[in-house]
């Protein structure tokens, strides 16, 4: 049984977490209080730790240093160290010397070895990092180290997320129950060069670090790895996740149905969050293909859906242009039977085996007039595999925040 | 040494042309004319043939019959018949029959057997062609067929295009002299619900099939596969190429440098021109890739960047943001090493070699201001690769229309 509950990152036992202000963020002058940058996360004991990172080749030096660090220390960590303001990316060998000192501080502060330390950048890319600045927040952020911490590490990740994101859930299980914890960023890319998305989880339940991080990998290839706002894909996205095992249960398989349903109802949460909080988004559109001869071709036909211009201008116009759907997946390299395929909005089948029904247009879109939908293509391929994203509607607010900043 | 001539797809020798009203398109009250909405290009006797066609899967009618009527004839067609304002797509069987009657209908006005006959159909999906129109038309368009009709055919295949699209040039060679024309549409996609792009082009070089085939498909790959407006991709589009011999002018290498110039100052013209001409577009962007370990990652990577929303908001907004550029090339699945890659816009070398050059930014803005513009990403990965794509920028005006059309 999944129950939601309060607490965020300190929900599960064995964790505590801070937010402070560093000065990395740029002051507004209007507020009183300067924007809080630094979060630190810190479990009472070394913690198992998995992580998923970015796609992309241009990578931020808190990637590489965190890969290695989880590589040395055998998948071991008993910190989590984020600043935002800052991506600390393109920063060349200096950016990742600063990187490995910003480590070493946190790992100083909470006495582990530096290679129990992962870090995590968020803000504007090709700007060196003050790692002065980052050494007084995490020193202030140990002092403020709380089970009640997560919100102000919510806060303190953020960069132009129109809302804080966080989630967490008590899984009940024979063996007793452990809890499941997360806080997200995501897409806001005025003040960053581009989207980050960061998620930290964190559990109390006893997992080894191997079944961890495929558990994680798993559970992220449907959660966060499923949303698009609109294709890119950044630098310096991560997600971590800690198990302090503080709850006694003990998790042996990376298939416990307890462990990934608990994960689902966390990351699955937050990626939906985030999408809901894609710039210029006003529409929560859910992709559904069915039909597909293999699960990849499943995958390629959401993708591509999911991240079509003309798909997402007609969500955004309340228009059930199937076939703007229908030549998406057409084109998405899958394998596609255009006599068998059919295309629904919500419940309506607007095109069914070839067939367009455009007398059940009104009734398609008066399901988009809602704030969130379900759009479900069949390939007609065949096969039984299917995929499922999450992506937003396209509006002009998303093309004046992206075209009017300028950097 | 090639020069741009008059003419269009009649400009060369052995075709003549027409484009008539037959009432497909809707009528303007406030215009006292009928839109043209059907054209008619006939070769005085056979002559070889070559196409290239859409990639999507989802392929409308008159595709399906183009395809079947080139095999059979062996490359040779005598006629093409292309209707605008219904794309006769997700029409079924029903639709294949009239794409059938078509072509058998263009056969007998102009004595020619069936599969000599090359159809085309642009605009609405899903409504059904009304036949009858289309045989008045061709009727109509058989009379009205002139060695100067290149112009009306033309206007006739244009849906929302802002602006007509035609180019002729002559090729002078040791052998003699020959011409290539062509006309074609673009990505309006305001009436039809998505864009289709297409191209008719002549030539009265003498030509074998198959060599004018392997050409086409060359030129084409650099040309009318090399751009993109929102990287959607038509279930109606194809490039026809028919060569007239009328010239004397013999071609029997399909690397023979004379026709690929040729066919690249043609068919690169219409296709920078459909880019222009892109919904909402405002400017016109060259993306060259160097650097690249293959061919393969070179398209990839220009293909991710220049169908990019954060790139192209970005060009719209006039921002030298090389941190998208990166990004975009990072995130493509090319070979990328971000401490050698470089970004230049225009001539201004605003990253190199890993490194910001910020204190450029000013310099590359001015770059910018201009109406069309270069973007040069090195990725760094050792090899001698290239590729050359050319995109527009995204506008909310690309919203606005998408999204404001209900269908």
Redo the contacts between chains.
């Keep these: 049984m999944i129950r939601v509950i309060e607490g965020g990152v300190t929900a599960p036992r064995g964790f505590r977490a801070a937010g402070v202000a560093c000065g990395i963020k740029r002051r507004n002058p209007a507020l009183a209080e300067a924007p809080l940058d630094l979060a630190l996360l810190v479990a009472d004991q070394p913690a198992s730790a998995a992580a998923v990172f970015?796609?992309?080749?241009?990578?931020a030096a808190p990637v590489t240093v965190s890969r290695e660090h989880l590589g040395q220390s055998a998948g071991m960590a008993t910190a989590i160290v984020v600043n935002s303001g800052c991506a600390n990316?393109?920063t060349?060998a200096a950016g990742l010397a600063v990187a490995r000192e910003m480590a070493g501080a946190a790992a100083a502060a909470v006495g582990c070895p530096p290679d129990q330390v992962l870090v995590s950048s968020t803000g504007v890319?090709?700007a060196p990092l003050d790692i002065g600045k980052v050494r007084t927040g995490i020193t202030h952020a140990h002092r403020e180290l709380s089970s009640h911490g997560s919100d102000a590490a919510m806060h303190a990740i953020m960069t132009t997320d129109p809302f804080p994101k966080s989630r967490a859930v008590e899984v009940t299980t024979a063996a007793g129950s452990f809890a499941i914890g997360g806080i997200a960023k995501g897409s806001g890319?005025i003040e960053p060069?581009?989207a980050t998305m960061l998620g930290f989880l964190t559990t109390d339940a006893r997992v080894a670090p191997a079944v961890l991080q495929r558990a994680l990998k798993r559970v992220a290839d449907e959660t966060f790895n499923a949303i698009t706002v609109?294709?890119?894909?950044?630098?310096n996205d991560c997600v971590f996740l800690m198990a302090s095992g503080a709850s006694g249960v003990e998790i042996t398989r990376d298939d416990d149905p307890a462990l990934l349903e608990g994960l689902r109802a966390v990351a699955g949460h937050l990626a939906r969050e985030i999408v809901r909080g894609g710039e210029g988004a006003t529409k929560l559109v859910t992709v559904v293909v069915t039909g597909a001869a293999s699960d990849a071709d499943a995958w390629l036909a959401a993708r591509t859906v999911a991240n079509?211009?003309?798909v997402k201008?007609?969500i955004?116009?309340?228009?059930?242009?199937?076939?703007?759907l229908?030549?998406?997946?057409?084109?998405s390299g899958?394998?596609?039977?255009?006599?068998r395929?059919s295309v629904a909005i919500g419940p309506v089948q607007v095109?069914a085996a070839?067939?367009?029904h455009?007398d059940r247009?009104d009734q398609a879109a008066d399901v988009m007039k809602a704030r969130e939908m379900t759009v479900t293509i069949d390939l007609g391929a065949g096969g039984s595999h299917t995929a499922t994203m999450w992506t937003c509607d396209?509006?002009?607010e998303?093309?004046?925040i992206?075209?009017?900043?300028?950097?």
């Design positions: 970015t796609s992309n080749k241009a990578v990316a393109c060349g890319i090709g890319m060069r581009m609109d294709g890119e894909c950044s630098t079509s211009p003309l201008t007609a955004h116009g309340g228009d059930p242009n199937w076939g703007r229908v030549a998406a997946a057409g084109r899958a394998a596609f039977v255009l006599d395929a095109f070839g067939v367009p455009d247009a396209f509006s002009a998303y093309v004046r992206n075209a009017e900043y300028r950097t």
